[in-house]
């Protein structure tokens, strides 16, 4: 029998620290053991009460005496985030921004012409709508005159420049964007005008860069540049969340071919260096990644949590169908909903539902992206990892010298489509890869001749975006290697996951599906353990 937080075993201040402690570790290692073990589920015919809230996320902990029980609930939920600027996936990636000046007037005019060119160098990143926003802050009092194949978002007050015309932009730290695609023909560069969007080099090389003219003024010379320079601006950002990017540097003037035989070069070149980090996106992840196979009938759940928990502030609102009517019922409308919306007070939480159709009029419809510059606020169906993504793997078939694999990626974002999508996974035996249905594929080869990372994305026109509430599958068939293939131990199943280059969540791998003579062992082996350690505890509660 449990013994509440409140009961003291000694007397004084010590023996009351020390019993919560031990109650605490007890607590702990039964309830939270046992139901990885599946003790709980099995012994008892009532099912469990629902998981508090997650007080902690950041950290990943949930801690909260659920206010119906007596129980002390301990969830710890360890998500790897090795989300630092350095991708061991992709180490060279990043995005570089060149300045290249074709005019430079330090003199009389003091003008000069630039072209700015952003070239997303990683292999399956890309940036999608609403774009980048390339944006800086100049060092003196410099204003843009003039602009080919972008625009800056706001001009600011040009009252201190004099003269008939007026420059295009005179803020002091503008913002550039891209113009959209069908943009007049005289206002377009090479390279402009595809809304901000840049695809990774694996997936479209051709569509990987961006550039824009500018013509600047009234900028003041260099100290260090002998003065037939102008000063470096600063404080450079892509405006994609995620990126960070470096100060501007002089590098060796860019080069370009125009025959066989001629090159010619810019009169001065400038680079700045974006670096992404998962991290500084967001803390939370936004996938996760369900496993199954043909020999074992559990199915291993995306982890609880993963992306945040129902009623918590940081997580999304989510959205199910109603228990209580069903869409494929004649009596029911086409499109129900029940809305999840967790109030958060101090010391009570509370649930509001409001059911509506999409199909009866002046009903309130899912929310929109804003203008359409801006991207939707999350809205998510309800689930228990809360994730808008989730990749899942089933070993499906075993031959001979084959066996099979379905991978799903199904998205429960309900307010977003992800165009151009890309899967990244690392497996051992890809590089035994023999035939691929429904996806585009091509190993990512970083390390010689040593291959087990391959990127998926879809066709196009068929299955290249990922639909609201959809999914796209695909099938591959893998060729044995005797040296080191085995259903044992978790090799069937992915090393690490990539949607859209963000890292998905495994299941701990004590979870993974086992073999059934395997499966059987690990559960006497888990019992046996946690009968062990609460004996164990249980003895120094009573020596205490």
């Not at 009961?7 to 010590?14: D, H, L, V, Y």
């Not at 035989?261 to 500084?280: A, D, E, G, N, P």
């Not at 409308?333 to 509370?350: D, E, K, M, Q």
């Not at 249905?437 to 998926?456: A, I, R």
Request: hydrophobic letters at 35%; aromatic letters at 10%; proline letters at 8%.
């Amino acid at each position: 029998m449990l013994r509440r937080v409140g009961n003291s075993i000694g007397s004084g201040p010590m023996a009351m620290g020390m019993e919560r402690f031990v109650f605490v570790m007890f607590v702990f290692l039964c309830s939270s053991s046992s139901r990885f073990a599946g003790d709980l589920s099995s012994s008892s015919s009532s099912p469990p009460p629902p998981p508090p809230p997650c007080a902690f996320q950041s950290l990943g902990i949930a801690l909260e005496k659920w206010p119906a029980e007596s129980w002390l609930w301990i969830d710890c939920l360890i998500a790897s985030n090795e989300s630092d600027a350095y991708d061991p996936m992709d180490p060279n990636g990043d995005i570089r921004i060149n300045w290249d000046f074709q005019s430079l007037d330090v003199k009389t005019e003091n003008t000069y012409t630039v072209m700015v060119s952003i070239h997303n160098r990683q292999l399956y990143r890309h940036i999608e709508r609403p774009g980048w926003r390339l944006s800086w802050t100049w060092a003196g009092k410099e204003v843009i005159w003039n602009t080919q194949g972008a625009e800056a978002t706001e001009q600011g007050d040009c009252s201190r420049v004099g003269g008939g015309s007026r420059p295009h932009c005179c803020q002091k730290r503008p913002v550039m964007a891209d113009l959209p695609p069908g943009a007049p023909y005289n206002q377009q560069v090479a390279n402009c005008c595809r809304g901000g969007v840049l695809s990774s080099l694996t997936q479209s090389n051709l569509t990987s860069t961006a550039a824009f003219q500018m013509v600047v003024g009234g900028f003041a010379a260099a100290s260090d540049g002998g003065g037939n320079e102008p000063e470096m601006p600063w404080g450079f950002d892509v405006g994609v969340p995620g990126y960070s990017c470096s100060n501007a540097t002089k590098v060796p003037p860019t080069r370009s071919k125009v025959d066989k035989q001629r090159h010619v070069q810019v009169l001065l070149t400038w680079q700045v260096t974006c670096s992404y980090s998962q991290y500084r996106e967001s803390w939370s992840p936004s996938c996760c990644v369900s496993l199954s196979t043909f020999y074992n009938e559990d199915i291993v759940s995306c982890p609880r949590c993963t992306c945040g928990c129902q009623g918590s502030p940081q997580s999304p609102k989510c959205v199910r169908q109603s228990p209580f009517l069903r869409p494929h019922s004649p009596r029911a409308p086409s499109h129900v909903y029940v809305v999840a919306l967790h109030i958060s007070l101090t010391g009570a939480r509370t649930s509001c539902f409001f059911c509506f159709s999409g199909s009866e009029p002046g009903t309130p419809a899912l929310p929109s992206g804003g203008g359409g510059d801006e991207p939707a606020a999350p809205l998510v169906r309800c689930s228990e990892h809360m994730c808008p993504i989730r990749v899942h793997w089933h070993v499906k078939v075993s031959y001979r010298n084959y066996w099979r694999v379905k991978v799903t990626v199904s998205n429960y974002n309900l307010v977003r489509n992800y165009s151009d999508w890309n899967l990244v996974l690392q497996h051992p035996n890809l590089r035994s890869l023999t035939q691929l249905f429904s996806f585009n594929y091509k190993p990512l080869v970083e390390y010689g001749t040593f291959n087990d990372t391959g990127m998926f994305w879809g066709i196009r026109f068929y299955n290249e975006m990922l639909l609201q509430g959809g999914n796209v599958q695909t099938e591959m068939i893998l060729e044995k290697n005797e040296s080191d293939f085995t259903f044992s131990g978790g090799w069937a199943f992915p090393r690490r996951v990539y949607f859209d280059g963000r890292e998905c969540v495994m299941p701990p791998a004590d979870q993974y599906p086992a073999l059934p003579k395997e499966a059987s062992a690990t559960r006497t082996r888990r019992r046996s353990l946690v009968a062990g350690a609460c004996l164990l505890l249980l003895s120094f509660l009573v020596l205490v």
